[in-house]
């Protein structure tokens, strides 16, 4: 499967109409950035690509 790389921020679908809003980007292969939209100067947390999708598998979103 090939891995895209993104450096566009996503918004959580679970976000839809609020103010308090996760982002995530893909900005390298390996590497996923999670943000806060309410705080897009503070810096983003980098969790290991493998580690993402163990995450989102358990939460039922993949």
């Known amino acids: ?6 450096i566009a921020w996503k918004k ?7 103010s308090n809003c996760v982002i995530a980007r893909m900005p390298a ?9 309410q705080n897009p100067d503070q810096a983003p947390l980098s969790i290991d690509r493998q580690a993402w999708t163990a ?3 358990v939460s039922g979103d993949l």
């Open 1 to 6: 499967m090939a891995v895209m790389i993104d």
């Open 12 to 18: 959580s679908s679970y976000s839809e109409g609020g």
């Open 29 to 37: 292969v390996s590497e996923v950035q999670v943000g806060d939209s």
């Open 55 to 57: 995450l989102l598998r």
